[in-house]
């Protein structure tokens, strides 16, 4: 465990929690449950997350939007680059997709951290891409959606954005 970086405690964690919010239900499991499937010692997720379980899973969220969306727009790429790392990323946490459209539209916390985050990346995506109209963001927004949840092969992402290409 000493090797781990913060980020991967943090993955690992996240990754935990979210499997678990699936498989037992929201707040139903608890952090003992997430230490044994995350290998992380319960006294380091204390550490980084508190003793709370509702405050794990807001961090968890807060972490996964965080880098699923890439809100500190830290990885500039192209619109074929940014669907196959969100695929990628998508396989390395499977319950994230579940749990997104479990909570989109759920009135709390949760629903909200989704929407907001959701706004501003295509308000990114609107700098990121300026010749593209706002419809053609929510296109590509949408396509991305559809692709996680068909599991779209990487090699298949081209195909994909040939019309975005261009522009």
């Known amino acids: 465990m000493a090797t781990q970086s913060k980020e991967d405690i943090y993955f690992a964690v996240c990754n935990a929690i979210l499997k678990m919010e699936v498989a037992k239900g929201h707040l139903a499991w ?54 196959k790392q969100v695929l990628e990323d998508t396989k390395k946490m499977p ?17 909200k951290m989704i929407r907001d985050a959701e706004s501003m990346l295509l308000q990114a ?25 068909f599991q779209l092969p990487s090699e298949k992402v081209s195909d994909l954005f040939e019309d975005y290409i261009s522009r």
Do not use: C, H
């Open 30 to 83: 608890t952090l003992s449950d997430i230490s044994r499937e995350s290998g992380v010692t319960r006294s380091l997720i204390y550490y980084y997350f508190g003793k709370e379980k509702k405050t794990a899973l807001e961090e968890a969220y807060k972490f996964v939007i965080s880098n699923f969306w890439n809100m500190e727009r830290t990885k500039t790429m192209g619109i074929r680059d940014r669907l």
């Open 95 to 111: 319950f994230l997709f579940v749990l997104y459209y479990l909570e989109k539209n759920k009135e709390g916390e949760i629903g």
């Open 125 to 149: 995506l609107k700098k990121e891409f300026p010749k593209l109209s706002e419809t053609q963001i929510l296109e590509v927004y949408l396509k991305e959606l559809g692709a996680i949840t």
